[in-house]
């Protein structure tokens, strides 16, 4: 697992912090409700989705000087340029128009290659599951990796702006196969399904050595780093009041 400094470029990156800041500038925020979320991607048109730019329930973040869009099979996918040097990233992010207090969250996604050059590909170089996104420093995410699963949460009180919550060895992701990744987080607790086998089960988030709670309520994204993606079928709703 590669340094935090060098990882996120949705946490750490500056120029793609700078380009964030003021894409949320000139979007107003959303608040949380009871809508729930389904998108197959088939109703779009064929085509990139410029950075900045709202499509149905999405917005484009960043799209890691490559693309994002629909592809002809009305999938989601995400292209980052691919990089070049050991030290250079680049990342694409979604995120939902609307807020969920809590969310239960499920959605296909394939990393069908990863893009860097000149250099072996570091394990989370692939699509992650974002939830609970307020900006571009507070977010839970989770990585399923040719090495194992990763569950994390950004918060600017720690280095690298980023919380490990949870990792283990297995499952592994297979580079080029589908797999159904579910979220459900119903206050402080977090679990996580891989292809209907659960891989987290019962994570309490704690506040850690920066004093940070739980982020209850946020958008969901989809985000992709050094890496060629498709998501599809993404299914969200509030879980705020659930048993």
């Known amino acids: 697992m590669g340094g935090a400094g060098q990882r996120g ?10 380009a964030l800041l003021l894409v949320l500038l000139a979007c107003p ?11 197959d991607f088939g109703s779009y048109p064929a085509g990139k989705w410029p950075e900045g730019s709202l499509r149905g329930g999405w917005r484009v973040v960043f799209d890691g000087y490559g693309g994002a869009g ?3 099979r ?12 050991p030290g250079e990233t680049h990342a694409g992010l979604v995120v939902s128009r609307g807020e969920f207090a809590g969310v239960d969250l499920t959605l296909r996604q ?3 290659r990863q893009l860097r050059q ?4 570091n394990p989370w170089e692939v699509a992650w599951v974002v939830w609970g996104y307020g900006d571009n420093t507070r977010f839970y995410y989770f990585i399923l990796k040719p090495n194992g ?3 994390g949460k950004a918060h600017p009180g720690y280095p690298g702006a980023q919380r490990f919550l949870y990792t283990a060895p297995s499952p592994r992701l297979s580079l080029g196969e589908w797999n159904r990744v579910r979220v459900r987080q119903v206050g402080r607790t977090i679990d996580v399904w891989v292809d209907g086998a659960r891989v987290i089960d019962g994570f309490v988030d704690t506040p850690g050595p920066a004093g940070d709670g739980p982020y209850l309520e946020g958008r969901v994204g989809l985000y992709t780093e050094d890496a060629s993606t498709l998501f599809d079928d993404v299914r969200a709703r ?3 009041g659930a048993p």
Do not use: I, M, N
């Not at 470029?9 to 700078?18: I, M």
């Not at 925020?29 to 998108?39: H, V």
């Not at 009305?74 to 040097?85: F, I, K």
């Open 118 to 121: 000149g250099s072996p590909p």
């Open 29 to 39: 925020p959303a608040s949380a409700g009871d809508a729930p979320l389904y998108d």
């Open 9 to 18: 470029s949705l946490v750490w990156g500056g120029g793609l912090l700078l």
């Open 110 to 112: 394939k990393t069908v």
């Open 149 to 151: 699963v990763e569950l």
């Open 70 to 72: 629909v592809d002809r």
């Open 238 to 240: 509030p879980t705020a």
């Open 74 to 85: 009305g999938r989601h996918y995400q292209r980052p340029a691919a990089p070049s040097s």
